[in-house]
């Protein structure tokens, strides 16, 4: 009786035993692979939503492709993991964002894509240790010698001459400034006045708007019309720009529109109901519109997974993560983030071409993008492609 009594609490113990083996193994999985957190402070509420969205999501989208195929850094399988907080826009809380990303999340990395908060976060990046992902084409980002630093998109400055060339020819010399005014436009501002006066050009208005706050930008348009510009300079997020465009419109404006980098046509359009209204407008070419192979393929694998069409916020931060996963493995660490950043040149050169849809050539000295841009111009309804070196030559 006594035998039978403990045959049966041995039976009974058999599953148990074999439930915490299993648990074991799965710990032992768990171990065997390290996760590692990418951080992002962007606006993910208010007027800036969707563009902050934008860049999130191809962020997203390249670490669910790295995760799928897998990674091995040092001879560990590592797996990333995107930690993602809402900014809205200010500077500030890009600061406050980062510290606790790198502090309580350990991420070597963190993308911000405006660039107050990138300022922002290089007040202290390199003491603690990260490297800024920014996505801001202002050359001062890497031009200030912050060696944790890595600008995502080609500087601005690059645009600004044949853009200049462009509309000047075609409208006029009087350019009237209606942008943003938060640091990214002023800073564009900054350097195209000098450029559109250099070329024969008078500033006839300037006045800046707060795009992320307001909805109606009537008064602030009526009030640089009355100045009669040839051309308008305008950016910000595309939702308020398309505003702008559309309400300088419906006051009559005939001229051609200079838009900054940061708004894209394409979701414009959305906003005016089509090209009518952008006809004569300069700016950067929807990644529909791209004719180059890794282009389209990249906006038919987004668009199958998302139902809508990529944008170049999309894709140039997917290239970069794909980037940042590379330069890892090479330097064979996750968490020495100035061995991944001096990794990351020959982590972009190395890049397989589909995952680089927008041909970006490589990353400089200071740790900014190059690449011979395409950008858009609207004629006769539609969008014209063009590279920007084409367009200097006309």
């Excluded at 300088?248 to 959305?270: P, S, T, Y």
């Excluded at 000295?365 to 084409?390: M, N, P």
Aim: charged share 20%.
């Amino acid at each position: 009786m006594e035998h039978k009594t403990k045959r049966r609490a041995v039976l009974r113990m058999l599953p148990v035993a074999a439930t915490a083996v299993a648990a074991m193994m799965a710990t032992g999985t768990s171990f065997a692979q390290e996760t590692v957190k990418i951080g992002f402070t962007g606006p993910l509420s208010g007027g800036a939503a969707l563009y902050g969205k934008n860049v999130l999501s191809g962020i997203q989208m390249a670490v669910d492709e790295v995760n799928a195929k897998g990674i091995k850094v040092g001879g560990k399988a590592v797996k990333l993991e995107v930690v993602a907080l809402d900014d809205k826009y200010a500077p500030a809380e890009s600061a406050i964002n980062a510290r606790r990303l790198v502090q309580q999340h350990k991420t070597p990395a963190v993308f911000v894509p405006h660039s107050g908060g990138i300022f922002a976060l290089q007040a202290f990046n390199q003491q603690e240790k990260f490297i800024v992902m920014a996505y801001s084409s202002v050359p001062r980002i890497t031009d200030t010698g912050n060696k944790l630093t890595i600008r995502i998109p080609p500087a601005y400055t690059g645009y600004i001459e044949p853009f200049v060339k462009a509309q000047m020819q075609r409208y006029g010399k009087n350019v009237a400034l209606v942008p943003a005014d938060h640091d990214y436009a002023k800073a564009w501002v900054q350097a195209f006045v000098p450029a559109w006066e250099k070329a024969g050009g008078k500033v006839v208005a300037n006045n800046p708007m707060s795009y992320t706050k307001a909805t109606d930008f009537y008064s602030g348009v009526s009030r640089v019309m009355a100045d009669k510009p040839d051309v308008l300079f305008v950016g910000g997020p595309s939702e308020p720009t398309a505003l702008v465009v559309k309400q300088a419109r419906e006051l009559g404006f005939k001229g051609g529109f200079i838009i900054m980098d940061q708004a894209k046509m394409d979701e414009m359009a959305r906003v005016t109901n089509g090209l009518g209204m952008l006809e004569g407008s300069i700016g950067v070419l929807p990644l529909n519109s791209d004719s180059r192979p890794a282009a389209q393929a990249f906006n038919a694998k987004y668009k199958k997974q998302h139902g809508r069409d990529a944008t170049t916020e999309m894709s140039l931060n997917y290239t970069m993560v794909h980037a940042l996963a590379n330069a890892m493995t090479l330097a064979g660490t996750t968490t020495d983030s100035a061995a991944i950043r001096a990794k990351m040149p020959e982590a972009m050169k190395t890049l397989p071409a589909e995952l680089n849809p927008n041909e970006v050539d490589g990353i400089d000295d200071k740790g900014g993008s190059l690449a011979d841009t395409v950008v858009g111009w609207v004629k006769d309804g539609k969008i014209v492609e063009v590279r920007l070196s084409e367009l200097a030559k006309q």
